[in-house]
């Protein structure tokens, strides 16, 4: 009996988690593994040569100063374009759903950006920043656009933030205003009649309901945020003078420009971790808020 | 402030709606200028682009020679053709695989369930660098499986397991009652049966979400048709755009052109999808 | 509930030791597909005696934009030879070695490959075929060819030179006279027509683009080549550098090239913020004669004559330096860039298919019309000659044809250009001073193994 059970068990497993699974573990997860065991050798990427050289990848790791100030730039990065995208989203979205005419046009108008894939992003702003602005600048002299963003490496990195902004704002919005919608009617009418001003009522009501919203996009952003490479390839391509290159491109140019695949790969290995234990935490820190509030 | 003195505060309501209009108006027209320009310039001879890229028609006029070369030289329905089929199947199958199993990860209580679920939720945050090379060294390396659209049907799959299920899941868990599907399986229903005829029809909100999402995503993908694609006849719509792409010089024209036309499908599903997408669907992803 | 534990736990075990399983033999994942034809490998496939009817070949384009001149010729190649040619192209931002990189891991690898001088050295031991029993060979292969220890590798696509290029026309019309280029030996004559061209109006006779390749690998490989003009010289160089018996701060050529790079930027266009640059605006200057001296190479040519007008003259000279009975102050650089290889692992029949191709664009009138008139370049062989009209590599050629040219140092590692390209952009910018840049560079070569 107990093993028809299990069999039973087995068989709907298989019949709905089955085909997912499979094509899942085919494609991430065995890849996965096996890039993990390339960081043990010392593949250069080409030649059919490949040692096994233990955990000294993992040393050099430590010793990579560049992968390190890499991956601090990508913490800044994340930590200024999560908090503008939440800040940023969450505000529109308050102004879209307030019933204001046309708010469905709006809508649609700032998740615009989310139709174009992430290189074409970059050299679409590559354009506005080095060509359109500088032109303004030059018609309105306006200090901050008469020269190049991208020459600068302060500039350079807040326009790999404005555009981040640009992009997910548009995104995250959607995700508010359902937010903003699924907070039940007959609370915010019942916290009316008990004299609530509007700002107590968003404060102490609105915001609380909105936290799981909160703890999605907040998830979402920041590891979008800190995997960017499309962006940065085409943006800034690290320019200048090396000084935006982010994490996952100094990765990219580890494995294939300098030649040290293994290293390469075990210094993304290392991204992950950081990713992962980012991410975790974040996830469980608004969890345990969710249920407080 | 305004909210329940309706009478007396109908001007003041008023008033502050113009402005928010008006500032929302403002903001999301500085969203649309990369649009603009890009459209703008298509329309524009490349020393003009360059010389003068907020000129908004060229001195010699008007063309349309961009889009006239651009079409030809990317061979635009050969591309189009391929980005449709690889788009479609694999969506189709992602929303396919991913719903049933995000069903059975949802009301299943097994270990090998939560961890499946687990692993899947964890693998969001491998950066694709990581299985890039490992993933091509199998794939073609292996397999011989390289230069051929359902390889790359084969791996959007894979690869879009992960958001897909984590989408479901959280809608399945808190959008669809439990007490339908006992009712159903009361009535004889089988497992699939309960599913495609009970929960799949629920799950309609977060499908159009979720297949939005994917359409947009692998009709833009570049580094992974890049890689896999070889062929010119493979082509999709991005790939072809990068061949005006120079080692020392871009074809800006034309690329603007290319862009204006690897885009327009997108915005034409948009606009007809818009309601879907605009009207809460994203809740699916809220509600996980 | 024990079970579905150790069912799913057997589950990942299986997937885990697949993946192991397959790790463990790996030449049968990153090596070559087709290892077991590397026997075959010049199966007296020379002489033509393998058919090659019906055989399709694969190229690698890394010199982006140039197969839509070549793909109508391959359908008439094609119809006469039976021949299938695939040619693709590499993708946006990714240097020739990590496209190639790419189709070696996915075993998908280019019968030929168009790669630049230096992959061939880092490749060509391992993959790639030689070529010194090739007809082009004495007429030209020899001179332009990429050889790794006196074995020939790499098949000379174009002919590409770096120095000064000027506008001629925009230089004459400002100082109101001919102008002769040969007669600026030293940097301080070059300074002098600067300063006469700002006199007579020009306010900034040069342009510099801040591209890393531009400075690190162009500009900056001139230091390494012009050491003493040979291989050794910079090997010798560099390892010095390496063990620490040569300061890079001390080095002549370090220093004369510098003050010439000073001077530069002292009358750069870009000058009041050089890393803006746009090199799309730089070849306008250039085309359109705001400017007068652009350190480039003659590959400009196909974007500068789209620009320019017609009866504009142009041509190319040495970068000078505040040097004596200097001989690099009367040559420029020329090197048979963009090198084609074989895959030595290929079929005996894509092997003599790649060859015979090889030959066609070296004797076949219609590859000639396309290299020399479509996609501009300067051929490197003796078998046809660069467009008239193509007045940079005219100009180039007369330096080769008159012997005025030095080649170029391909020893360098694969992230050179973008980590000292760093260095030098921020030298333009004024981030750094001669000092640090030296400091910069000398510690990259330390890093080095």
């Not at chain 1, 991430?28 to 593994?33: E, H, L, R, S």
């Not at chain 3, 306008?284 to 040519?301: I, L, P, S, T």
């Not at chain 3, 080649?407 to 001669?434: E, F, I, M």
Request: include cysteine.
């Amino acid at each position: 009996m107990k093993k028809k059970l299990m069999a039973d068990k087995v068989k709907s497993y298989l019949m709905f988690a089955g085909p997912a699974i499979f094509f899942f573990f085919a494609i991430v997860i065995i890849p996965f593994i096996y890039g993990v065991y390339l960081t043990f050798t010392n593949w250069d990427g080409i030649s059919a040569k490949k040692e096994l050289i233990g955990f000294a990848n993992f040393l050099a790791v430590f010793q990579d100063k560049d992968f390190w100030s890499a991956l601090m730039l990508t913490l800044a990065y994340v930590a200024i374009s999560t908090v503008a995208v939440q800040v940023i989203a969450f505000l529109l979205a308050y102004l879209l759903t307030s019933g204001l005419k046309g708010q469905n046009f709006f809508r649609a108008g700032f998740f615009t950006p989310n139709l174009i894939g992430g290189i074409v992003l970059g050299f679409i702003w590559q354009f506005v920043f080095s060509k359109a602005f500088t032109a303004f600048g030059g018609m309105t002299s306006i200090p901050l656009f008469e020269s190049s963003w991208l020459s600068d490496p302060l500039k350079a990195f807040f326009a790999l933030v404005l555009v981040t902004v640009w992009q997910y704002s548009g995104y995250m919005m959607l995700i508010y205003v359902a937010g903003f919608v699924g907070v039940p009617k007959d609370l915010i009418e019942a916290a009316s009649i008990d004299g609530c001003t509007n700002t107590q009522r968003t404060r102490h009501i609105v915001i609380p309901m909105m936290s799981q919203s909160f703890s999605i996009c907040t998830f979402l952003t920041l590891t979008r945020c800190f995997m960017v490479y499309d962006l940065n390839v085409s943006l800034t391509g690290g320019e200048p003078y090396g000084s935006t290159i982010m994490a996952a491109l100094h990765v990219y140019q580890k494995a294939f420009k300098s030649k040290k695949y293994g290293l390469g790969q075990a210094e993304a290995l290392v991204l992950f971790v950081v990713v992962a234990v980012v991410a975790v935490t974040q996830y469980y820190l608004s969890k345990r808020k969710e249920v407080e509030a | 402030m305004a909210k329940s003195k309706t009478v007396v505060g109908g001007a003041k309501t008023k008033v502050l709606n113009a402005v928010k209009l008006i500032v929302l108006s403002l903001v999301l027209l500085l969203y649309m200028v990369p649009f603009f320009l890009i459209l703008v310039n298509s329309f524009k001879r490349k020393i003009t682009i360059i010389k003068h890229p907020l000129m908004l028609i060229d001195p010699k006029g008007f063309s349309v020679e961009n889009y006239v070369s651009a079409f030809k030289e990317m061979n635009y329905l050969r591309a189009f053709g391929n980005s449709l089929i690889i788009t479609t199947v694999s969506v189709l199958f992602i929303v396919l695989f991913a719903s049933m199993a995000s069903y059975y990860m949802a009301r299943s209580k097994t270990i090998a369930s939560r961890l499946s679920f687990s692993l899947i939720v964890a693998a969001m945050v491998i950066p694709f660098q990581t299985i890039m090379i490992p993933l091509i060294s199998i794939y073609g390396n292996m397999f011989g499986m390289l230069n051929m659209r359902s390889t790359l049907i084969f791996m959007n799959i894979g690869f879009g397991m992960a958001l897909a299920i984590f989408i479901y899941y959280g809608f399945i868990r808190s959008g669809v009652p439990v007490s339908l599907e006992e009712a159903a399986i009361i009535d004889g229903c089988r497992p699939y049966q309960v599913f495609f005829k009970i929960v799949f029809p629920l799950l309609k909100p977060t499908t159009a979400t979720l297949i939005v999402l994917d359409v947009l995503w692998l009709w833009n993908d570049y580094l992974l048709p890049s890689l896999i694609l070889g062929k010119k006849a493979l082509y999709t719509l991005p790939l072809s755009t990068y061949t005006f792409y120079g080692t020392y010089s871009n074809d800006l024209g034309k690329i603007m052109a290319g862009l204006v036309l690897t885009i327009l499908p997108v915005i034409a599903i948009y606009l007809l999808l818009q309601k879907q997408i605009i009207s809460g669907v994203v809740a699916g992803a809220v509600k996980s | 509930m024990k079970m579905k534990k150790i069912i799913s736990l057997g589950l990942v075990l299986a997937m885990v030791l697949a993946t192991t399983a397959c790790g463990g033999g790996s030449t049968t994942l990153e090596g070559d597909s087709a290892e077991s034809t590397a026997a075959a490998e010049g199966t007296e496939s020379a002489d033509g005696s393998v058919s090659t009817d019906g055989v399709t070949i694969s190229i690698l384009n890394t010199k982006a934009g140039m197969e839509k001149f070549f793909e109508p010729a391959f359908e008439e190649y094609k119809e006469k030879t039976g021949v299938t040619i695939e040619m693709t192209s590499i993708s946006e931002g990714d240097s020739p070695y990590e496209a190639i990189q790419k189709k070696y891991a996915a075993g998908d690898a280019p019968t030929l490959a168009i790669m630049d001088c230096n992959d061939i050295v880092a490749l060509a031991e391992e993959k790639a075929l030689p070529l010194d029993d090739e007809k082009w060979v004495a007429d030209g292969g020899d001179q332009y060819g990429v050889k790794v220890n006196g074995t020939l590798y790499g098949f000379p696509f174009s002919l590409e030179g770096r120095g000064l290029l000027f506008n001629r026309t925009a230089i004459e019309n400002a100082l109101g006279r001919p102008f002769d280029e040969t007669a600026v030996k030293t940097l301080s004559d070059f300074t002098a027509i600067c300063d006469e061209l700002v006199a007579s109006g020009m306010e900034k006779p040069v342009v510099i683009s801040k591209e890393d390749w531009s400075l690190g690998a162009h500009f900056l490989g001139l230091m390494y080549e012009e050491q003493d003009g040979t291989a050794e010289g910079a090997d010798a160089f560099i390892a010095s550098l390496k063990d620490g018996s040569q300061q890079l701060i001390d080095n002549d050529r370090f220093n004369s090239l510098f003050d010439t790079f000073d001077t530069l930027m002292k009358y750069n266009i870009n000058g009041k913020d050089p890393l803006a640059a746009d090199y799309d605006m730089d070849n306008a200057y250039f085309a359109e004669g705001d400017v007068a001296f652009w350190f480039n190479g003659n590959w400009v040519w196909e974007v500068v004559s789209g620009f320019a007008d017609e009866d504009t003259e142009f041509g190319m000279m040495p970068v000078v330096q505040d040097t004596e009975n200097d001989a690099f102050n009367t040559m420029v650089n020329a090197v048979g860039s963009k090198q084609i290889m074989i895959d030595k692992n290929a079929a005996p029949e894509q092997i003599q298919a790649a060859k015979d191709f090889l030959n066609w664009l070296v004797y076949d009138e219609t590859a000639q019309d396309i290299i020399a008139n479509q996609v501009v370049a300067v051929p490197c062989f003796n078998t046809f000659n660069a467009a008239d009209d193509n007045k940079l590599g005219q100009a180039l050629k007369a330096y080769a044809d008159t012997g005025k040219t030095f080649d170029q140092y391909n020893g360098l590692p694969g992230d050179h250009w973008s980590a000292c390209g760093a260095a030098v952009q921020k030298y333009l910018g004024g981030k750094t001073d001669r000092a640090g840049l030296a400091t910069e560079l000398q510690e990259y070569w330390q890093a080095q193994e």
